[in-house]
């Protein structure tokens, strides 16, 4: 709890980013056992005891906070990234769809505000809201400005959270896009306080299969979620001009928001907050036939069939402080594959090496979703060299030189460590 112990005289801000509950469902033994006595599948179990696990977690930091003397004048917001996942078969407060959907069930999450001085009655709000809502509500409850007004989106949650469903609040449209790749216009969805526009491109549990430049998307559907919250019934036969209506505005917002181009931002590196920096695969772009082991990309997932020396994979960064920066690999290699060379470019820096054999080997674990095509594997690191990096944008790219074996290696992550600039004319 450094950011809190730490920064308790003063004004701070902890972002703090829980797992749970997530495949590769894994958690001690006195949560699971405890849901598993109900009668429950491992996974469910499991799902529900990092549910419980995440409690007493939150619990220990509303704790940390009265132990330091500040839950009275601190804020605390709760809510969860996606619609469910494990636990959707179970209950999903009969709402339809879940991760990556974009129908009620995959984007609609708890919001709980908690700020002990501001004396608000508890109550449940029923209006929509968004997660643009919480830059202009922070600033607005801290009296604080935001540099730009212009470029802030969203609105002050402060009447809701003051008066609750008394306060004058404006009629809404809020959009949900899931394109899974950058290319994709669809899957998509348009909220209001009365309907649910939704274009989607099916896939598994009510998710979404969407691939990039993918052009399957369905027709628009329209659900009335006052009458229908669990939408069971198109009504978009019966309404042509709301269809029309909301689905102009749809595409109007997102001409909006792809005129410069959709792109994913590039990763943060050389702060002395978080130093080293991992740059994981998931966050990387590749070329063919280089893929995730798992497919789908997730957190822990790495990149496999490197059986081509012209492929390659590279990073797009943002490099906050000039400084030289110690690069090394987590990979893994097996023996008859060992030999490869590979270079590591940026700007007009490269690293070359050879990779060693480095077998991986899989930690065994008591996975409870026997499903889960999730492993855990203990990686090697090869250290690289250093490269000198100047703020800015820049890109880091991996690739190779030749390749003996049958592959290259597998990739785990990229680690990197700042170190100061040394003086002009020193060794």
């Known amino acids: 709890m450094r950011p809190v112990t730490a920064n308790r005289n003063q004004p701070f801000f902890c972002y703090l980013s829980y797992n749970a509950p997530h495949s590769p469902y894994q958690v001690p033994d006195r949560y699971f056992d405890r849901f598993k006595a109900k009668g429950l599948d491992d996974t469910v179990a499991a799902f529900f005891g990092m549910c419980e696990n995440l409690d007493d977690n939150v619990g220990r930091l509303l704790a940390h906070l009265v132990a330091e003397g500040v839950a009275e004048n601190t804020i605390v917001l709760f809510l969860t990234d996606n619609g469910g996942t494990a636990g959707v ?8 769809g879940g991760k990556t959907s974009v129908h009620e069930g995959g984007s609609r999450v708890p919001l709980f505000v908690r700020w002990p001085a501001a004396k608000w009655k508890p109550e449940v709000v029923d209006r929509i ?4 809502d919480l830059f202009p509500t922070l600033l607005d409850l801290c009296e604080a400005t935001a540099p730009d007004p212009a470029i802030v989106d969203g609105l002050s949650l402060r009447p809701l959270l003051e008066a609750g469903n008394q306060a004058a609040w404006p009629e ?16 998509g969805a348009v909220r209001t306080e009365r309907y649910r526009l939704v274009r989607e491109i099916e896939g598994p549990a009510g998710g979404s299969r969407a691939k990039a430049n993918d052009a399957s998307a369905t027709p628009w ?8 919250p669990g939408q069971r019934n198109d009504v978009a036969a019966d309404h042509p001009d709301i269809v029309t209506e909301l689905s102009a505005r749809y595409e109007s917002w997102f001409a ?8 994913r931002f590039p990763l943060p590196v050389g702060h002395s907050e978080h130093n080293p920096a991992d740059l994981h695969a ?6 063919e036939p280089l893929r995730y082991a ?6 822990n997932d790495w990149l496999t069939s490197w059986t081509d020396p012209q492929a390659r ?20 290699c097996p023996v008859a594959d060992a030999g490869s060379r590979v270079i590591l470019s940026a700007g007009r820096t490269a690293l070359e090496v050879e990779v060693p054999a480095a077998p991986a080997r899989e930690i065994a674990l008591p996975h409870r979703d026997g499903k889960s095509p999730y492993r855990s594997r203990e990686w090697s690191s090869l250290l690289l060299g250093s490269i000198p990096l100047e703020q800015g944008r820049t890109r880091i790219t991996l690739a190779a030189l030749s390749k003996p074996g049958s592959q290259v290696m597998d990739f785990k992550h990229l680690r990197m460590t700042r170190r100061p600039m040394p003086p002009p004319g020193a060794d």
């Open 89 to 96: 078969k179970v209950y999903n407060a009969g709402m339809r």
């Open 294 to 299: 798992v497919g789908s990309g997730a957190a």
């Open 313 to 332: 994979l590279w990073f797009e960064v943002d490099v906050a402080t000039t400084g030289h920066y110690d690069i090394e690999i987590a990979f893994a």
């Open 129 to 132: 809201v968004a997660h643009v």
């Open 221 to 228: 559907q329209l659900y009335d979620m006052q009458a229908d």
């Open 282 to 287: 998931p966050q990387a772009f590749f070329t």
């Open 256 to 263: 909006d928001i792809a005129r410069a181009g959709l792109e």
């Open 172 to 187: 809404r449209t809020l959009f949900i896009h899931n394109p899974i790749d950058e290319t994709n216009r669809y899957p």
